[in-house]
């Protein structure tokens, strides 16, 4: 098999939630042994990842970070590399320049999985960030798939949500925002909903929502295929 290199901590729950998954996801494909993992967890400091999740502000300090793990994991033996958070995917040309290594796309990957599905409208849940610069809007378009953003005071919503969760901070009442959103775009017309922040699986139970698409999942499974790809 071949070794993931994990570039994680943002936030460090759903790092530990996406190892958890990617184990027991290969477990179902190739019961003989374990995948061998490397995982290096940004030193990131809070204020800049609150700056990013509320503001969309700072985000190129977090650049370095992402270099620097990137080159860490491929020195440590990773074959490939994987980022189970959605807004510094607005760096994955600049990581994937600094390593000789195949890094993985959660963009791309949704896209795919989206495109496959053949649906062609989706309620997007991310962070300032992740609309802001267009990380999804733009490749979902081009294969004429309609984004349909929340309104801005359900975005004011989302981010104090996803801001609660990196900090490891989960409540009811959170859940049950999140999930009265999403039957508010569902009600406006627009059934499919991407989870395009890895953290707001944290709070979306896997069983209860149809059509709600959860990015961190699929990545998992394209890591798995990396993984056990011959």
Same mark, same amino acid.
């Given at each position: 098999?071949?070794?993931?290199?994990?570039?994680?901590?943002?936030?460090?729950?759903?790092?530990?939630?996406?190892?958890?998954?990617?184990?027991?996801?290969?477990?179902?494909?190739?019961?003989?042994?374990?995948?061998?993992?490397?995982?290096?967890?940004?030193?990131?400091? !809070?204020?800049?990842?609150?700056?990013?999740?509320?503001?969309?502000?700072?985000?190129?300090?977090?650049?370095? !970070?992402?270099?620097?793990?990137?080159?860490?994991?491929?020195?440590?033996?990773?074959?490939?590399?994987?980022?189970?958070?959605?807004?510094?995917?607005?760096?994955?040309?600049?990581?994937?320049?600094?390593?000789?290594?195949?890094?993985?796309?959660?963009?791309?990957?949704?896209?795919?999985?989206?495109?496959?599905?053949?649906?062609?409208?989706?309620?997007?849940?991310?962070?300032?960030?992740?609309?802001?610069?267009?990380? !999804?809007?733009?490749?979902?378009?081009?294969?004429?798939?309609?984004?349909?953003?929340?309104?801005?005071?359900?975005?004011?919503?989302?981010?104090?949500?996803?801001?609660?969760?990196?900090?490891?901070?989960?409540?009811?009442?959170?859940?049950?925002?999140?999930?009265?959103?999403?039957?508010?775009?569902?009600?406006?017309?627009?059934?499919?909903?991407?989870?395009?922040?890895?953290?707001?699986?944290?709070?979306?139970?896997?069983?209860?929502?149809?059509?709600? !698409?959860?990015?961190?999942?699929?990545?998992?499974?394209?890591?798995?295929?990396?993984?056990?790809?011959?």
């Amino acid at each position: 098999m071949k070794t993931v290199g994990i570039i994680g901590g943002l936030g460090p729950e759903t790092t530990a939630e996406f190892y958890l998954k990617l184990i027991f996801s290969c477990y179902e494909k190739n019961k003989a042994c374990r995948p061998p993992i490397l995982t290096w967890s940004i030193p990131i400091d !809070y204020q800049l990842e609150k700056d990013m999740i509320t503001k969309g502000v700072g985000e190129k300090q977090c650049l370095s !970070y992402l270099i620097d793990a990137a080159k860490r994991l491929e020195n440590g033996g990773a074959d490939f590399l994987v980022i189970p958070c959605n807004s510094v995917h607005i760096f994955i040309d600049e990581v994937r320049k600094t390593v000789k290594i195949p890094v993985l796309s959660i963009v791309e990957e949704t896209t795919k999985f989206l495109t496959d599905k053949q649906i062609t409208e989706v309620g997007l849940l991310a962070t300032a960030t992740t609309i802001k610069k267009n990380l !999804y809007q733009q490749p979902l378009e081009n294969k004429r798939i309609k984004v349909v953003l929340p309104q801005p005071e359900e975005q004011s919503i989302i981010v104090a949500l996803i801001s609660n969760l990196v900090l490891g901070r989960k409540a009811d009442k959170d859940r049950q925002q999140l999930l009265e959103i999403i039957q508010k775009i569902k009600e406006r017309g627009t059934k499919n909903i991407i989870l395009a922040c890895t953290d707001l699986q944290l709070l979306v139970p896997q069983n209860e929502q149809s059509n709600v !698409y959860d990015t961190m999942e699929i990545l998992v499974n394209a890591t798995v295929r990396e993984v056990l790809k011959d």
